[in-house]
DNA sequence: AAAATCATTTGACAAATATCAAAAAATCAG
DNA sequence: CTGATTTTTTGATATTTGTCAAATGATTTT
């Protein structure tokens, strides 16, 4: 739980109050792997916090799922346009391993938003880190190849090619699980 | 300027002395076509709010340039990785046509923020906007081919087609010139 | 352990897009 | 207006990556 202290306290030492209302909103929950967090069609009501494990964000194109992004441990992780305007996702997330998150509702943000000054500015925080970190991968995808995609996964998350199939990581780099193959007998 | 309010109270009625306080923070200023709002390498100090004409937020790969987002008439726009952690912009960004902005400072902006709780709130919303906007861009970009991106520029964004070049709108689509002078020619 | 299922790799070929070169069209300067 | 410059289009070819099919390897079930 300290995991998720820290990376709240990572921009300004909150109040203790603020702090303590926050995380008793907040449960903790085990899921399996392969389990999901979020499904797609239903509007995603939760923010979670990955205190355990790692997590995979994927779409449906046709009959093929395309994975989206990868978190790990330390990184809050939703559905962000579910969350946000409370309608139905289009995402679903499903957990890479078994997992310890700490979840809390969205009404149970907003309320604790609303009541602590400190959190909402931490929250904004968070938003603008997060956003940041889109546009960090979307420019990337533009400007590198195949090959630089893939090393560049390496050197970010290299956790990640052990956790997740060829598959996820292929679709996740924009390329066919045979190209990612050829990318890796290549190294 | 009530373009900007309009675009300000989508949200949330704000206080008058916070709209106030906010509105007379920020600058009016002009610029001709082709004149940069923000030049990489140097630090974004401003947040600008386009009142009329339109912009485009590039980089560099190797020696050219590579269109990163078009922005319209009451649109936010900086470099907001650089505007956020006040570091040096990797993007510039430039007018397009004659256009007539609204201006604030960082410092003026996190200043009015700490003083006007309902315009740290109309912030954070804005914030989740341009965070899901940005999110649907990059898996648009995921899921489509060469001509699906034009057409979905067509229909979003048609404006663009008439102020932006040939080659602006080809690096925006991640696709060379001459594809996109036959993708046209095949419409 | 053998059979069955699933995931990954390899090869042959096809499709999409990039690159290079040149022509045509549009824009600009004197 | 006219020649010069730039932008866009068109054509030929090369490259990258995807698709399909088969082979290999790994994992699970009985």
Not at 91 to 109: F, G, M, R
Not at 150 to 156: A, F, S, V
Request: net charge negative; charged share 35%.
């Amino acid at each position: 739980m300290s995991k998720l202290t820290e990376t709240l306290q990572k921009f300004v030492d909150l109040e203790e109050k603020s702090l303590k209302g926050f995380l008793e909103k907040g449960k903790i929950l085990r899921i399996s792997k392969s389990e999901k967090l979020i499904k797609a069609g239903e509007i995603c009501e939760t923010l979670f916090f990955i205190l355990e494990g790692s997590v995979r964000s994927f779409y449906f194109k046709d009959d093929k799922d395309v994975t989206i992004s990868f978190s790990l441990e330390e990184e809050f992780i939703t559905s962000m346009s579910s969350f946000i305007t409370q309608k139905p996702s289009y995402e679903n997330i499903e957990a890479l391993e078994d997992c310890e998150l700490w979840a809390i509702s969205h009404k149970d943000l907003m309320e604790t938003l609303a009541r602590y000054r400190d959190l909402e500015y931490v929250y904004r925080q968070l938003l603008e880190e997060y956003y940041i970190r889109l546009e960090e991968q979307l420019i990337f995808s533009k400007f590198k190849t195949a090959k630089e995609r893939y090393l560049e996964l390496i050197k970010n998350k290299p956790k990640i090619i052990q956790k997740a199939s060829v598959g996820q990581i292929a679709s996740f780099l924009d390329m066919s699980i045979e190209t990612l193959s050829r990318i890796r007998a290549s190294l």
